[in-house]
């Protein structure tokens, strides 16, 4: 079955650590999302990449990095200059850049610093 | 103003009743309206998308769009407490000739309970 895969599901930080978020999508899918999420709060857009080997900053891309070297995967790495990444971050795809479609969601990864 | 605004609840309503979450967005050239429904702790699920002025059903689910007022609602008829979940609005946000900006903006989330 299609679908979108985010690993792992939960991870936990030290401090000044940098950790790295994985999303891998079977669905041919030409755009790719990352999205964090607080408590009680709506979705934030980090980064996304509309085609291979590009992306953009989203509303939030500070303390955060990303690759698209491949169509289906998106790894997300969270630094060590992001200072409050507690938060349940969800990797999302698209059929193209518009997207008229809407998203498909991963299971999403929840992380905690320790 | 934010560019996707939802009334954040909760909404409590009784088993069998119908309802009512409702979205307003900023853009008016925005072009295509979703509903996630997310359980706690879990991702979002998408349950509609409406791309017209007007009514769209499938099932208990009914969304409505009305781009002039720039306002987009869901309404779910004979509630049950397996609806209970936050209901996130999205919009494909799009300039004023209809060209999308590229990705989804969400409203904050509706709280929606439904008691037995």
């Known amino acids: 079955d299609g679908g979108i895969t985010q690993s792992p599901k939960y991870l936990f930080r030290k401090e000044g650590q940098n950790v790295t978020l994985s999303c891998e999508q079977n669905?041919?899918?030409?755009?790719m999302y990352w999205y964090r999420q607080d408590p009680g709060q709506g979705l934030r857009l980090i980064y996304y990449?509309?085609?291979?080997?590009?992306?953009q900053k989203g509303d939030i891309a500070e303390g955060y990095s990303v690759s698209r070297e491949k169509k289906e995967s998106f790894p997300l790495t969270v630094t060590s200059a992001q200072k409050n990444p507690t938060a349940f971050y969800l990797c999302?795809?698209?059929?193209?850049?518009?997207?008229?479609?809407?998203?498909?969601f991963g299971s999403g990864t929840r992380l905690t610093v320790v | 103003q934010k560019e996707v605004e939802q009334n954040s609840g909760p909404l409590s309503v009784p088993e069998g009743a119908i309802a009512s979450l409702n979205c307003t967005y900023s853009?008016?050239?925005?072009?295509?309206f979703f509903w996630y429904r997310q359980y706690s702790g879990k991702s979002p699920e998408l349950i509609m998308s409406?791309?017209?002025?007007g009514d769209k059903e499938d099932g208990r689910f009914t969304a409505q769009l009305n781009k002039a007022s720039q306002y987009v609602s869901l309404l779910i008829r004979d509630s049950q407490p397996s609806d209970s979940a936050t209901y996130l609005c999205?919009?494909?946000?799009?300039?004023?000739?209809?060209?999308?900006?590229?990705?989804?903006?969400f409203g904050q989330g509706t709280i929606l309970t439904v008691h037995p």
């Open positions: 409406i791309y017209s002025n």
């Open positions: 853009d008016r050239g925005s072009q295509s």
């Open positions: 669905l041919n899918h030409d755009a």
């Open positions: 990449s509309q085609i291979v080997n590009d992306f």
């Open positions: 999302a795809s698209s059929i193209d850049w518009k997207p008229n479609y809407g998203y498909t």
């Open positions: 999205a919009v494909n946000i799009a300039n004023a000739g209809g060209t999308s900006y590229g990705k989804l903006t």
